[in-house]
């Protein structure tokens, strides 16, 4: 019934259209001397007859079609209507498939996002308990309390926090992000200077070979998280002390090439072409039991969003070098201002 209703309502202005119509050629005939009353009735009733014979056959054609759009959908597959057959429920369907196409990768997108956010939440969690405990049980020591051993998980906290903040600005990235001309060698010698206690204490010596006069756009906030994240790893993943890393930059033919490459244990082959995925820690994150795997998958997401390339090269014992692509920088004087930028953002490791 509800079908009918629908229909008729569809065509109800054209009903009566068909009326008026009829209604306006008798009126002249009969202004023109035409009194043929029984020809004036057999010409309504014609009329009504093939209007409803046109109406009912454009509501077979139709049928299925209202069949579909009224009942109640159950789920969002039903939005896909399949039995059409008028040119306007052809392009009508190819409508809302294109527009469940948009749904599904919009759900598909948040879902990913959520269950990131999730997984990621879960393990800093679970992280977050060991300097806790550790803390607690340096306090339950009788004697003098522990200092440096203090220092080390409060900045393991700190560390964690900072992990947690940066995840969340990216999901907000193009409205954190500020592009500018940036001195690389003053903003490597600031991460270096902010991440000197890590160097120390594993023993790894920064070397820096970067000509002063080199600035590139780019955000140095993010730029920061970037470099620090890389710094960390190397130093993190260089068990023998007295090792060196390298920081140098050269030009290639597409820009300015950063590289970052250390003496660490290096990366296996089987897992250097997923470091970057989220999550995937890897035979390395094993070894120390502290990563989330994340720290490479958001330098590869802030690399890509600021339009720099990222490449990973690394051998099983010799190291692993990481290189960053500024294919806009050029050479010249440096304001050291610009270099000042995004101190409070250094995370050592995500």
């Known amino acids: 019934m509800r079908q009918v209703l629908l229909f008729l309502k569809e065509y109800l ?14 009126l002249l005939y009969w202004l023109d001397g035409f009194r043929g009353l029984n020809t004036a009735i057999y010409s309504i009733i014609m009329s009504i007859m093939l209007l409803t014979g046109f109406l009912g056959a454009k509501f077979i054609t139709r049928r299925a079609y209202y069949n579909t759009i009224v009942k109640k959908p159950k789920r969002m597959e039903d939005a896909l209507i399949r039995k059409v057959q008028t040119p306007e429920q052809i392009e009508s369907a190819r409508f809302m498939r294109d527009l469940y196409g948009l749904y599904q990768n919009e759900v598909q997108t948040l879902y990913a996002s959520q269950h990131r956010q999730l997984h990621f939440m879960n393990q800093w969690v679970h992280q977050m308990k060991t300097p806790i405990s550790v803390i607690g049980l340096l306090l339950q020591e009788d004697g003098e309390l522990d200092k440096r051993s203090v220092q080390e998980e409060i900045e393991k906290l700190q560390r964690g926090l900072d992990a947690v903040l940066v995840n969340a600005r990216l999901e907000t990235f193009e409205e954190d992000m500020q592009i500018e001309q940036v001195g690389l060698k003053g903003l490597i010698q600031q991460i270096v200077t902010e991440h000197k206690r890590l160097f120390i ?3 790894v010596y920064p070397v820096i070979s970067i000509d002063e006069r080199i600035v590139v756009a780019t955000d140095a906030k993010w ?3 970037v470099i620090g994240q890389f710094i960390t790893n190397a130093v993190k993943y260089t068990f023998e002390k007295g090792k060196h890393l390298y920081l140098t930059l050269e030009k290639t033919e597409e820009g300015f090439a950063l590289t970052i490459r250390d003496e660490g244990i290096g990366i296996p082959a089987s897992d250097l072409k997923r470091v970057t995925k989220a999550f995937f820690t890897g035979e390395n994150g094993r070894l120390t039991g502290e990563s989330t795997g994340m720290g490479l998958y958001i330098a590869q997401e802030v690399c890509e969003k ?3 390339s990222l490449t990973i090269e690394s051998e099983v014992g010799q190291g692993t070098s990481v290189k960053i692509l500024f294919m806009n920088g050029e050479g010249g004087d440096v304001n050291d201002e610009e270099t000042d930028r995004g101190n409070d953002a250094s995370d050592e490791d995500l």
């Open 306 to 308: 600021l339009g720099h």
């Open 201 to 203: 204490t594993n023993g």
């Open 223 to 225: 730029l920061k998280i």
């Open 13 to 26: 202005s054209w009903i009566i259209f068909e009326m008026l119509l009829v209604t306006f050629i008798l």
